[in-house]
């Protein structure tokens, strides 16, 4: 009988959905139905039935072509290249579960790395003003429950997060918003007619990379001092009535996105944007929230903060001590300024999603992919290891874009043979340990790890 | 690791241990499977304690160690770890931060002052696998967590009916879900307020 | 018919649900090259610099140059900006300077845009197999 499991977790992008519905076979290996997702959600888990799934290792030969090896042969090769590099590069985690991320943690600092995530290439500027001037935010059960005047501002959500708005920001009806989207605001600050921007109230089509000087205008108008006929592309008229609107609400909810943080002024933008919620909080209740990318992205910033004090950029390579100075120590920036000499991409495809010159720059040395499909990124790497999919094949806790954890469950049983990412670096670690002769450094009492303590046990499941 | 399960004898400090009012006698303390016993064989692993003191790890009963707040705070102040943090060398980890150390920071510096258990004195329910993960993260010390109920809406919805028998099942299962050891109270209804 | 006529244009690289539902498919699917491999922009823009819709154009930027089809916007562009959806064709022409912030210029880069009807497109393992010495040829 085909078991239907309830109360399951997306693990696609930062709405982490949580009232996802899968329909799996009797014997727990395949997906059958997909209920309450988006369609790349559903993609997403279906995904996962695909035959072609790698179950092995593979290796590139000198020819040029990839070669299936063992696990034992892969962990080998990659604790090797590790610690034989200076300084390698370990970026992504956007789709990876936490108890990875702390894993990870450990071969960072055995083999003196680099380690940094998607952040660095998405928002990692909103960290930037974050330090800089705080992150006056709230949970999106409160954006749904209290909100009557939402802001999207560089976002795009009916695109990016396709159920944002039915579970969260527009259509939903809530404890203090009973009549849903009949008594909510919604404007949209966007260079393009989106389909976001349709459902706005008031739509603020303005010059592209001109956000700065929008944010400041309505902070300007505001304080109630006056600004020039036209800023940003933006009449003066237009933004009177949308701060007038924002300064009414009961509770106003400001989301942003890329659009802010791509583009000219990067970390300013947010910056701006923070201080316009604090201001707004004068006269009313503003909250302010990052769309981050990702179902887990806002888990490495959570994970490496408890662990080393910083989210994202942790140059481990002194050994002593964790540095962070994003444009230094930010994977694109070494990248480019050819400063590390090992690159491993973990539940990401920088093959896909950085500029092409960076991933030429890092072609140059070993380059490891570690995840569950088939990518850019391994297609071009020296070795890749594929591992369980969390989400699908592995529970796991998961930091919603809100930074609420919610602990995804598995639904189907993983491919035999196949670790998750938290055993496979745990493999790892204890490999970099042999070869280096020290002992490794386990959180001390704790002695439920689920992994193996042999390679060899991994191949006999 | 296999010590937890083997014999310990910790040879010739300063015992303190009010319950038995000794009060800084030079002795032994023989540990076996986890229990404090009176003597264990030669094959005990021995660890001299001369010139230190050897009493019950300290119980820090309210302190703010592991969770979301304590993470925002790490993630505010990056200059908290700029030339302020420890230098790592094994067989201990990276110590990270000053005013708000990282998770292996705490544990190593509690373990130093000899402290055994701290008490995270305010957990949000919502964010309860935050706060576990962080004592999971957290070397050495035992950790333990009080949800907080002073702003939940049930529990003020509950009391404003005067349902207490509601008020108290509903904080038994919030307690029993979150894994939390007790009740916590911090400014009440103040911010609904 | 290359180089006739071109069009300098401001470029920016957004996620669509397209890309997102064909990502999720693997991006070898055709369904990911049909939604990546194409680029947005104003009629009159395109009129302007004597481009067809659905036919090809080559972009090139500061630091790169693709071949893609151009369409109209399906979420609309005033004229002057252009947008090719994130992934594979748009990072050939994304600038990796970051302002020194960790972030590449995604949004807000110019371009040139010019008709290429005569070229094809290129797959996404070509373009970064090629981009790296990898690419054998097929698919």
Not at chain 1, 294 to 300: D, K, L, V
Not at chain 1, 406 to 413: A, L, N, P, R, Y
Not at chain 2, 5 to 16: A, C, N, P, R, Y
Not at chain 3, 37 to 46: L, R, V
Request: aromatic fraction near 8%.
């Amino acid at each position: 009988m085909p078991k239907l499991i309830t109360q399951v977790g997306c693990p696609y992008c930062g709405s982490s959905c949580d009232d996802i519905e899968v329909l799996v076979s009797d014997d727990n290996k395949k997906i059958l139905e997909v209920h309450n997702a988006c369609i790349i959600g559903t993609n997403l888990f279906f995904h996962a039935n695909d035959p072609t799934r790698p179950k092995l290792p593979r290796q590139r030969q000198p020819d040029g072509s990839m070669k299936e090896i063992s696990y034992p042969e892969a962990i080998d090769w990659m604790a090797k290249t590790m610690l034989a590099a200076k300084k390698p590069l370990i970026y992504g985690f956007g789709s990876t579960n936490c108890e990875g991320m702390s894993a990870v943690a450990r071969i960072a600092e055995k083999s003196g790395a680099v380690l940094d995530n998607c952040a660095t290439i998405c928002h990692g500027p909103s960290f930037l003003a974050m330090f800089d001037n705080g992150y006056p935010s709230c949970t999106l059960g409160e954006a749904k429950n209290r909100a009557d005047v939402v802001v999207f501002w560089g976002c795009n959500p009916m695109h990016a997060h396709p159920r944002h708005t039915s579970r969260y920001s527009i259509f939903p009806r809530g404890y203090f918003t009973q009549k849903g989207q009949m008594q909510r605001t919604i404007l949209s600050v966007d260079p393009r007619q989106t389909d976001t921007a349709k459902l706005a109230d008031v739509h603020l089509m303005l010059d592209q990379g001109h956000d700065y000087e929008l944010f400041d205008a309505f902070r300007t108008v505001l304080k109630g001092y006056d600004i020039p006929d036209v800023v940003a592309g933006i009449k003066k008229e237009t933004i009177i009535k949308s701060v007038e609107i924002m300064k009414k609400a009961r509770f106003c909810m400001i989301f942003f996105g890329m659009g802010c943080t791509h583009t000219d002024g990067r970390n300013h933008n947010i910056d701006a944007a923070i201080s316009l919620t604090r201001d707004l909080n004068n006269h009313t209740k503003c909250s302010i929230m990052a769309m981050r990318g990702h179902y887990n992205i806002a888990g490495p910033g959570q994970v490496w903060s408890w662990i080393f004090g910083f989210p994202y950029c942790i140059d481990l390579s002194k050994g002593t001590h964790a540095h962070m100075n994003p444009g230094e120590t930010s994977s694109v920036d070494l990248a480019m300024r050819d400063e590390v000499d090992c690159f491993v991409n973990i539940g990401a495809d920088a093959g896909a999603h950085f500029p092409i010159q960076a991933v030429q720059h890092l072609k140059k040395h070993p380059f490891i992919t570690i995840d569950p499909n088939f990518n850019m990124a391994s297609e071009v790497s020296d070795l890749h290891i594929p591992v369980r999919i969390a989400g699908v094949d592995e529970p796991g806790v998961v930091y919603r874009m809100d930074n609420v954890p919610i602990q995804f469950k598995s639904v189907i049983d993983g491919l035999p043979g196949v670790p998750s990412d938290e055993e496979l670096f745990d493999m790892v670690y204890e490999r970099m340990c042999e070869l280096t002769k020290t002992e490794p450094v386990w959180l001390a009492a704790k002695e439920d790890r689920k992994h193996p303590t042999n390679i060899s046990a991994v191949n006999e499941a | 690791m296999s010590e937890i399960h083997g014999e310990i004898l910790i040879k010739g400090g300063f015992i303190v241990d009010p319950a038995q009012k000794i009060d800084g006698d030079v002795g032994d303390i023989a540990i076996k499977d986890g229990k404090i016993v009176d003597k264990v064989s030669n094959a005990a692993k021995v660890i001299d304690a001369k010139g230190k003191v050897v009493m019950a790890g300290g119980v820090d009963v309210h302190s703010h160690v592991a969770g979301p707040k304590v993470n925002v705070g790490r993630l505010f102040r990056p200059e908290d770890k700029l030339f302020k943090s420890g230098i790592a060398h094994a067989p201990t980890r990276m110590e990270m931060g000053f005013s708000i150390p990282s998770v292996l920071k705490t544990g190593y510096d509690y373990a130093r002052m000899g402290y055994g258990f701290v008490m995270e004195a305010a957990m949000p329910p919502i964010h309860a696998p935050h706060v576990h993960e962080e004592i999971h993260d957290t070397p050495i010390i035992d950790q333990a967590a009080l949800p907080v109920f002073g702003n939940n809406w049930f529990v003020m919805e509950y009391l404003k009916k005067g349902e207490v028998e509601n008020t108290a099942a509903y904080i038994a299962w919030l307690l029993r879900v979150t894994k939390g050891f007790g009740v916590k109270v911090v400014n009440p209804g103040g911010t609904a307020a | 018919m290359t180089g006739m006529t071109k069009i300098n244009l401001n470029m920016i690289t957004q996620r669509s649900v397209e890309e997102g539902a064909a990502m999720e498919k693997g991006k070898t699917n055709p369904d990911y090259f049909e939604a990546c491999s194409i680029i947005e922009m104003n009629p009159e823009d395109m009129k302007t610099a004597g481009i067809w819709v659905n036919s090809n154009v080559r972009v090139t930027s500061e630091c790169g140059t693709v071949v893609v089809k151009c369409i109209h916007a399906t979420q609309y562009c005033p004229p002057g900006l252009a947008h090719i959806r994130q992934g594979v064709w748009a990072n050939q022409v994304v600038p990796p300077r970051t302002q020194s912030t960790g972030t590449p210029q995604y949004s807000g880069f110019p371009v040139t845009i010019e008709p290429a009807f005569d070229e094809k497109r290129k797959t996404a393992l070509q373009l970064v197999q090629g981009a790296v010495g990898l690419w054998k040829g097929g698919n």
